[in-house]
């Protein structure tokens, strides 16, 4: 897609704009991770975004780990409401970025499968939209384990895999290695010694529903269909598409083989 960048919308709950990030570079959007900022990206932006802001409370006041995180932002979001936060990614360029551009975050680059964390050292482990990514599910969940203190919650989200890669064996998204059903997220986080509280589902609201319906029946496929043609966005998408926000989206218990995301709450008994 198109990495123009424009300014954060107004009302923006991250609190990023042009004027807050100074000199600091964007990160590079290369189909792996979101950023904020980028007009055709709004829309996976703010998909992801729902889950920090809807379980933001479940970190107040606690020791937090991101693991895999990213451009940052969610980090940063922790940051306004936990005691400390503590990020941990790979990309030697992403850890650079938080460093520089969110100060909040004590980052440390690392490995998810051995994350350099001390055994019981974190209240919470946030884990969105990057257990799809790694090639050892069950043992980044292991060490999940491992670093949560007793009644500790792990947090995460993830495609789901009946709705985001529809009737296919291996992933659409080609940086993605396993996407997962509700079910077999549930048996991966049993299997690695959780208990799961809860298991809820990301769905399109009034409005995208709206949105679907002026966009041929899938808002997602009209955006999908315009990045592969390699060409400039119509206004009107472009508009459309930058106008979404997190509460465009719904977290539902119900349906959830038809949700677009799962987010799961687990527990370390």
Not at 52 to 63: E, I, M, P, V
Request: aromatic share 6%.
């Amino acid at each position: 897609m198109s990495e123009a960048v424009i300014p954060a919308a107004v009302g923006d709950p991250t609190g990023i704009t042009e004027t807050t990030v100074g000199a600091v570079e964007p990160l590079p959007l290369t189909g792996e991770r979101t950023v904020p900022g980028i007009a055709e990206e709004n829309y996976w932006f703010r998909r992801h975004e729902i889950a920090y802001a809807r379980l933001l409370d479940r970190c107040a006041g606690k020791t937090v780990l991101e693991a895999g995180s990213g451009e940052g932002y969610g980090a940063d979001m922790i940051a306004g409401v936990a005691t400390k936060v503590i990020g941990v990614d790979y990309d030697t360029g992403a850890v650079e970025h938080v460093r520089a551009r969110y100060p909040r975050v004590e980052m440390i680059q690392g490995n998810l499968a051995e994350l350099p964390l001390e055994d019981v050292s974190v209240d919470v482990v946030v884990n969105f939209q990057v257990i799809e990514h790694l090639w050892d599910q069950s043992q980044f969940l292991r060490e999940c384990l491992r670093v949560l203190r007793p009644g500790g919650e792990l947090l995460i989200s993830t495609p789901n895999r009946i709705t985001f890669s529809p009737g296919r064996d291996t992933p659409l998204n080609p940086f993605h290695t396993r996407e997962l059903n509700a079910a077999e997220l549930t048996e991966l986080l049993v299997e690695a010694g959780f208990e799961v509280s809860e298991m809820i589902g990301v769905h399109h609201g009034p409005g995208l529903k709206a949105l679907d319906a002026k966009h041929g029946g899938s808002f997602i496929d009209a955006q999908i269909e315009r990045a592969l043609a390699g060409e400039p966005w119509p206004a009107e998408l472009t508009a459309d598409v930058a106008s979404v926000t997190v509460d465009d989206f719904e977290l539902l218990a119900a349906d959830i083989d038809a949700s677009l995301d799962l987010v799961a709450i687990a527990v370390k008994p």
